[in-house]
């Protein structure tokens, strides 16, 4: 016997049960962001691997460990399925030139793909609702997007997840701190691990965002970036926390706060909760100035942030949430060669006025097909039988209330399915 191909491991089908709550989210998404004016914007799934390279960082877990890599049989290029939004946007922004009369508000929704152990809210392939804004350089674009995702979490019902913010100042602000830090690291490189000790020279921030347990007191009692920022770096983050504050939204300074990507500067947040294990993140981004450059176009501002589909649906789901289900307006069943003839024509009428219409197929008994419109969840059931066929006509049984059923023409059927 054939073995039977399975899915890849951490990449997980949708099936049609989860659907209603995925359309619902992806719904409410677009509705969201249309309130604040952002655009849709839909980039490749593979891109040169050059880009997250330049991007992200070299010295980074996505690009060291993380990146599904492969080669371009045709031409020998070196391509990635995009591990994260931010650069691909930047990308598309700078090759079709979208900067050039005005800053852009824009979105995107989609797969992403990192090579990792899965785990729960931690998959393969996963989804990502990525925001960009490209060309502002003031906080008040940081808090836009602070404000717009506490929003969000009010219109999902989701409570619980707390914002941590930090700031990681300019370039020169962090070559100041590199300095002091990797000179604490070497003073204790007996408890770093492994990964620390190879990044200690290369990127020593990312050590501050290890997770080992054994490190965390030594990161504890790292010294502070916020000690070495400038005063322009302190003017953005208290103007940052002004318009927070203004707004009613609490959050939590953490220091420690260093995100997984190069390319961040001065404002970074995440949104985390307890309610995942040690995947809490839902919503993290920040400030990126450098990274329009970075790619190769003309030095302008932006901030984004990026969130976990699959986790917030895992939160929506652990509180119950039942999305409002599709229900068909009606399942048309038809016995009798004539009614047979009939019923597809009929059918499309009904979609013609915008009704949702189950149409029978594959035959069966009157009592057979009456099961399958009742368990459709259908609201009425459209009959034609040998009689209904001989008039032109249609009998509509309710299924959800008691009342009588009753034979009408086609334009009969229609306006009363339009109208309840």
Not at 22 to 41: H, N, R, S, V
Not at 251 to 260: A, E, F, S
Not at 310 to 327: H, I, N, S, T, Y
Request: charged residues 25%; proline residues 4%.
């Amino acid at each position: 016997m054939t073995q039977q191909i399975q899915a890849i491991r951490g990449m997980n089908d949708i099936l049609p049960q989860h659907a209603d709550l995925w359309a619902y989210f992806e719904q409410t998404i677009q509705d969201w962001l249309a309130a604040y004016g952002y655009q849709a914007i839909r980039m490749p799934i593979v891109e040169q691997t050059s880009l997250f390279k330049r991007a992200i960082g070299e010295v980074t877990d996505i690009v060291e460990k993380e990146m599904y890599t492969f080669i371009d049989a045709l031409n020998g290029e070196s391509l990635t399925l995009r591990p994260e939004g931010t650069a691909s946007c930047v990308r598309a922004v700078l090759q079709h030139n979208l900067l050039y009369n005005a800053p852009q508000r824009l979105w995107y929704m989609g797969p992403m793909f990192r090579h990792e152990r899965p785990q729960k809210g931690r998959y393969r392939q996963f989804h990502q609702v990525g925001v960009e804004s490209l060309g502002y350089a003031g906080p008040d674009m940081d808090a836009e997007h602070i404000l717009m995702t506490a929003r969000l979490w009010r219109l999902l019902g989701l409570d619980g997840i707390v914002l941590q913010i930090n700031t990681l100042g300019t370039g020169e602000d962090r070559v100041r701190y590199r300095k002091k830090l990797i000179h604490y690291l070497e003073q204790h490189l007996d408890v770093l691990d492994e990964d620390a000790r190879r990044r200690m020279h290369t990127n020593p921030l990312r050590v501050l965002d290890s997770k080992n347990p054994a490190m965390q007191a030594l990161i504890e009692a790292a010294p502070k970036l916020l000690a070495d920022l400038d005063e322009a770096s302190l003017k953005h983050f208290e103007e940052v926390q002004a318009m927070l504050r203004s707004a009613g939204v609490d959050y939590q300074i953490n220091p420690r706060l260093v995100r997984g990507l190069d390319y961040y500067n001065f404002t970074v947040f995440e949104w985390v909760t307890t309610r995942l294990g040690a995947q809490g993140t839902v919503c993290a981004g920040g400030r990126y100035d450098g990274l329009i450059e970075q790619i190769g176009g003309k030095p302008a501002p932006a901030c984004g942030f990026a969130m976990g589909v699959e986790r917030l649906l895992a939160l929506l789901e652990d509180d119950g949430f039942k999305a409002p289900a599709r229900v068909p307006d009606a399942y048309l069943l038809h016995v009798g060669e004539a009614a047979d003839r009939m019923a597809m024509p009929v059918a499309e009428k009904l979609r013609d006025r915008g009704l949702n219409v189950i149409l029978h197929c594959g035959g069966g008994s009157f009592k057979s097909q009456m099961k399958k419109a009742d368990a459709s969840g259908a609201r009425y059931a459209l009959i034609i039988g040998d009689d209904e066929a001989a008039a032109g006509e249609v009998t509509l049984k309710p299924l959800r209330e008691l009342a009588e059923q009753a034979r009408m023409t086609v334009e009969q059927a229609a306006e009363l399915l339009d109208n309840v």
